[in-house]
């Protein structure tokens, strides 16, 4: 998986990520991201560094669904699944990192 860090498009001081700020939060690699719209959002002292990154694996090596093990995060018209640090959507036959 590869990891880009780019500066998100808000500051602390304009949104706070937290338990209750309504965004799904997930342990990546020693520090918690929030998902947010298509990207995850990690805090890096006054701002927040953009996550982003590529799904690992197709939809015919694991099929994400309800019994899949993985965490379901809704979005839009559609599930997303919480796997790794990122998000996953079914997209005909592969996964979009969401």
Known sequence: MSLTDIHAEHTTAEHQHG????HVAVQHEGHVD???G???HALHGDHYDEHESVAEHTAT????????GH????????T???HDG??????GDHY???
Do not use: W
């Open 38 to 40: 298509t990207h995850r």
């Open 34 to 36: 929030f998902l947010h």
């Open 96 to 98: 979009d990192e969401h």
């Open 80 to 82: 997303d699944y919480v």
């Open 19 to 22: 338990e209750s700020c309504g």
């Open 61 to 68: 090596e694991h099929a994400h669904g309800p019994d899949c």
């Open 86 to 91: 990122h998000k996953h959507a079914v997209h």
């Open 71 to 78: 965490e379901a995060a809704p979005h839009d018209d559609h």
